[in-house]
């Protein structure tokens, strides 16, 4: 007694019948044939969401009738390459694997899919409480339900304890290393400079050295687009991160043997913890505005599953100082993703066209660090690898004499708590990198006269 109708006639029945929400029930269907849907729903005032999968009902992602708005990836996903098997296993199967900042956005995943391929041990490295034990659980049901059998161990700690890693390291024979952890949101580092450069740099190196002294095989640092040419603190520690595993393999190959240290630089991935679509969604949701930076201002992206796919991809073909670059595909204009998301949701713009739409869209300029556009080679210098969407980057080095002196200064000055002097010596060890001429350090303003204080703008957008 229900009708069944042709996509063809939505358009009409979606008129004729006052229809206001489509639900998508389409588990099995590619993303390009997700996103073709979903473009031909767009322009209708409906609010379009998705049903859970099976798999997310099995492992208590997802509840029985729960729906949720229209995943992103619907947007603006694309349909991932298969994935090589020899190169997704190839330093996980059968090894005792660590992923720090397990649980993070990216972290995460890579412990879902690592678990898959079933190491003989898994183990989580995270700060944060209770992001660990949520990673951990959903692992242990996962593997109970898909009837996965490895050794899961997590630990509280934070990557720049050397001493600690170390001991994970070499007591539980880890053989290969994803390095997750990071503080990634720019203007929560742009005003947290001390703590910044100290977890994304100085907890990269110690963490580099604990494997190096472990014995680990493989040591794979996931990094950024940010680290280009960088316009902010978190993109500048995170390119003298790269700069000390370009240094410490060097100094490997040298000696012929220890850690093969690598690097995989990528953009946005799509709904993590620090993308913008969570927050637009919210905004949507309490009646707007919609806040976009820049009517210009474009980002690259990716979706979590097939970022993490392809990092443990490129771990396995490392050979030493490597720097592998993601085909990101071509980059978003932030604002048409906001655009898009209010009309998915059955909302209307609110424009100088449109006076009586329910959400506007309010620009309100860069944020501290911030670029129009994103970049993710220093230069023109690339090489394919086996995998189609997978680059080596050829990039320049420094030497590890000159690193070891600029983190000797950047230690010193962190520790007398100089956030002024620490930005001054992270421009010079990364000569790209230019600083604000303002320091947006919170601490520093905080500790100034009362009405000296600069006013800083609320870190609403996290692009």
Not at 166 to 178: A, H
Not at 261 to 266: D, E, Y
Request: with cysteine.
């Amino acid at each position: 007694g229900i009708p069944v109708v042709a996509p063809r006639r939505i358009k009409q029945w979606v008129h004729s019948h006052g229809i206001t929400r489509v639900l998508l029930a389409m588990p099995a269907a590619s993303h390009e044939q997700r996103r073709h849907v979903v473009e031909r729903l767009e322009p209708l005032p409906v609010h379009v969401q998705t049903v859970p999968v099976i798999a997310d009902l099995l492992t208590g992602q997802a509840e029985l009738g729960q729906v949720r708005d229209v995943d992103v990836e619907d947007v603006l996903g694309r349909d991932a390459v298969v994935p090589d098997e020899g190169l997704l296993r190839g330093s996980v199967a059968g090894r005792v694997v660590a992923v720090t900042g397990a649980g993070g956005s990216i972290g995460s995943e890579l412990c879902r899919q690592i678990a898959r391929l079933e190491p003989s041990r898994l183990i989580l490295i995270e700060q944060n409480e209770y992001n660990l034990y949520r990673i951990e659980q959903e692992i242990r049901n996962e593997a109970l339900v898909e009837g996965h059998r490895v050794d899961i161990l997590p630990f509280l700690g934070s990557v720049e304890q050397g001493r600690r890693m170390e001991r994970i390291f070499s007591g539980l024979g880890v053989q290969t290393v994803y390095h997750a952890a990071a503080y990634k949101h720019v203007p929560i580092v742009e005003h947290n400079v001390i703590e910044g450069v100290r977890n994304n740099t100085f907890g990269t190196w110690r963490c580099a050295r604990a494997a190096l002294d472990a014995g680990v095989e493989r040591f794979i640092l996931i990094s950024t687009d940010k680290a280009v040419r960088p316009t902010n603190v978190m993109g500048a520690s995170k390119r003298l991160a790269e700069l000390v595993l370009q240094g410490m393999a060097a100094r490997v190959d040298e000696a012929e043997r220890g850690t093969c240290f690598s690097m995989v630089r990528f953009g946005n991935v799509l709904d993590s913890s620090g993308s913008v679509v969570p927050l637009f969604r919210e905004q949507i949701r309490r009646g707007g505005p919609v806040t976009v930076t820049h009517p210009d201002v474009t980002r690259y992206f990716m979706t979590i599953p097939e970022a993490a796919s392809l990092v443990l991809q490129a771990g396995t073909m490392a050979e030493g100082g490597d720097v592998f670059v993601l085909d990101m595909g071509d980059p978003v204009r932030i604002d048409d993703l906001a655009r898009r998301l209010i009309r998915l949701s059955g909302r209307t713009l609110r424009d100088e066209e449109n006076p009586d739409g329910q959400i506007a869209i309010e620009y309100v300029g860069l944020r501290p660090g911030e670029k129009l556009f994103e970049e993710l080679l220093l230069g023109d210098n690339v090489t394919g690898t086996r995998h189609p969407m997978i680059m080596r980057a050829l990039e320049w080095a420094m030497p590890w004499v000159e690193v070891e002196q600029h983190l000797a200064a950047l230690d010193l000055a962190a520790h007398e708590f100089d956030a002024d002097r620490v930005r001054k010596l992270l421009a010079r060890a990364v000569g790209e990198y230019q600083p604000a001429a303002r320091d947006f350090d919170l601490l520093i303003q905080a500790e100034r006269p009362a009405g000296t204080i600069s006013p800083l703008r609320r870190p609403d957008l996290t692009h």
